[in-house]
């Protein structure tokens, strides 16, 4: 990787929104849950007890932080929905306060 590859990366890390963000750790959750019960099932065949042990223990683990990252997932979309219906109140208030200002501006005058 050259500088120029390096910083448009960094660039955009820097503008992914939180539910781009979350969504790609949910992607990153599925394949290593897949991968540790495909582990965890050879390890058993095999009758490597131990490790397949640590792998079961290793695989919930990961399913709970997935489940948890799918309820932030959801938490983040309602928000944005909030958001998006109170818009139009908030450029109401933002305009109300550009013509205060106005108002103050021409009485200073």
Not at 61 to 85: C, D, H, N, P, R
Not at 88 to 94: A, L
Request: charged share 20%; proline share 1%; with cysteine.
């Amino acid at each position: 990787m050259n500088l120029k590859n390096i910083k448009n990366l960094k660039r955009g890390l820097r503008e992914l929104t939180p539910v781009q963000l979350c969504q790609g750790r949910l992607a990153g959750y599925y394949g290593m849950v897949v991968g540790l019960v495909l582990a965890t099932y050879s390890t058993f065949y095999r009758g490597t007890w131990g490790l397949g042990i640590f792998l079961l223990f290793l695989t919930w683990f990961q399913f709970v932080s997935l489940l948890a990252e799918q309820k932030t997932l959801i938490a983040l979309k309602e928000m944005q929905l909030s958001l998006a219906s109170h818009q139009g109140t908030i450029d109401q208030f933002n305009k109300k306060v550009e013509d205060a200002q106005k108002e103050l501006e021409g009485k200073d005058e």
